[in-house]
């Protein structure tokens, strides 16, 4: 299915809307939804990175961006789609775009990782994960160092959904106030994970939406939440979770995802759970 098939035409162009203000670029990580990893020739722009998965990136705004369009038509079976606000003082270059890729895995992270002086944690890298691992992502920003710990763990012999958690409760010892709400995909797998250091929403991110006139769609801008999905004989085949930016009701089947909740889907077969850290 197609972002646009799952959410509906309104809910696609309110996120892409989004972009207004999480001006910093866009991008998606799509599994094709053939099971031997061929898929049909990309209207624009994203390239195969192995078999079956296929990555588009670019700092260019969603709501600017042509092949925005073009992809959210596009089936897959199964999807990451980041919109870029970047953390505090970090340079807009692609290799800092979302979703990232490494080993098979694409990730994507909504948090600023810093202490509280300010000080982010990529100033810190070399004390915290291998040089080798981090380079491996790609990026060069916070969300980077925290999918490097994640892989070292995964070296390490966990499972993936056991290598989040373990990454999470090793940074939170130094980062406690941080934000680690992230998604991560694998061909077999995707992990929606919420875990905020502060419930309440910086007065950086309420400024930022009240410059644009959409204050009252900042107080969520933590909340993860998600409801199955339906093909279109009824049948429950999946499920969905967003962060903040289109309207996610419980009338429509929503549900939030609490603090230090985690929830764990198949790619293959669509079944999913929820569980605690």
């Given at each position: 299915?197609?972002?646009?098939?799952i959410?509906?035409?309104?809910?696609?162009?309110?996120?892409r809307?989004?972009?207004?203000?999480?001006?910093?670029?866009?991008?998606?990580?799509l599994?094709?939804?053939?099971?031997?990893?061929?898929?049909?020739?990309?209207?624009?722009?994203?390239?195969?990175?192995?078999?079956?998965?296929?990555?588009?990136?670019?700092?260019?705004?969603?709501?600017?961006?042509?092949?925005?369009?073009?992809?959210?038509c596009?089936a897959?079976?199964?999807?990451?789609?980041?919109?870029?606000?970047?953390?505090?003082?970090?340079p807009?270059?692609?290799?800092?775009?979302?979703?990232?890729?490494?080993?098979?895995?694409?990730?994507?992270?909504?948090?600023?990782?810093?202490?509280?002086?300010?000080?982010n944690?990529?100033?810190?890298?070399d004390?915290?994960?291998?040089?080798?691992?981090?380079?491996?992502?790609?990026?060069?920003?916070?969300?980077?160092?925290?999918f490097?710990?994640?892989?070292?763990?995964?070296?390490?012999?966990?499972?993936?959904?056991?290598?989040?958690?373990?990454?999470?409760?090793?940074?939170?010892?130094?980062?406690?106030k941080?934000?680690?709400?992230?998604?991560?995909?694998?061909?077999?797998?995707?992990?929606?994970?919420?875990?905020?250091?502060?419930?309440e929403?910086?007065?950086?991110?309420?400024?930022?939406?009240?410059?644009?006139?959409?204050?009252e769609?900042?107080?969520d801008?933590?909340?993860?939440?998600?409801?199955?999905?339906?093909?279109?004989?009824?049948?429950?085949v999946?499920v969905?979770a967003?962060?903040?930016?289109?309207?996610?009701?419980?009338?429509?089947?929503?549900?939030?995802?609490?603090?230090?909740?985690m929830?764990?889907?198949?790619?293959?077969?669509?079944?999913?759970?929820?569980?605690s850290?």
């Amino acid at each position: 299915m197609s972002l646009r098939d799952i959410l509906g035409g309104q809910a696609v162009a309110d996120y892409r809307g989004l972009g207004e203000i999480h001006h910093d670029g866009w991008g998606c990580s799509l599994l094709c939804a053939a099971r031997d990893g061929s898929h049909p020739a990309a209207a624009a722009g994203p390239q195969p990175t192995r078999p079956g998965t296929r990555l588009y990136k670019t700092t260019i705004e969603s709501d600017r961006d042509p092949v925005f369009e073009s992809l959210s038509c596009e089936a897959a079976r199964g999807a990451l789609w980041h919109l870029r606000l970047a953390s505090s003082h970090l340079p807009l270059i692609v290799e800092n775009q979302q979703p990232f890729f490494a080993n098979g895995l694409s990730f994507i992270h909504n948090g600023d990782i810093s202490d509280d002086d300010g000080l982010n944690i990529i100033t810190r890298r070399d004390e915290i994960v291998n040089d080798k691992v981090f380079l491996a992502t790609g990026g060069r920003s916070d969300s980077a160092v925290f999918f490097a710990v994640i892989l070292e763990f995964l070296g390490f012999g966990f499972s993936l959904e056991e290598s989040v958690v373990q990454a999470v409760k090793e940074l939170r010892g130094r980062y406690p106030k941080s934000s680690y709400n992230c998604m991560i995909q694998s061909d077999d797998l995707l992990v929606v994970l919420c875990a905020a250091g502060r419930t309440e929403v910086a007065l950086r991110i309420i400024d930022i939406y009240d410059r644009y006139g959409r204050g009252e769609q900042a107080h969520d801008y933590r909340m993860i939440r998600y409801r199955p999905v339906h093909n279109g004989a009824g049948a429950e085949v999946g499920v969905v979770a967003a962060s903040s930016g289109i309207c996610e009701s419980e009338g429509d089947g929503w549900r939030e995802l609490a603090n230090n909740q985690m929830l764990v889907a198949s790619n293959r077969t669509g079944k999913y759970r929820v569980q605690s850290l």
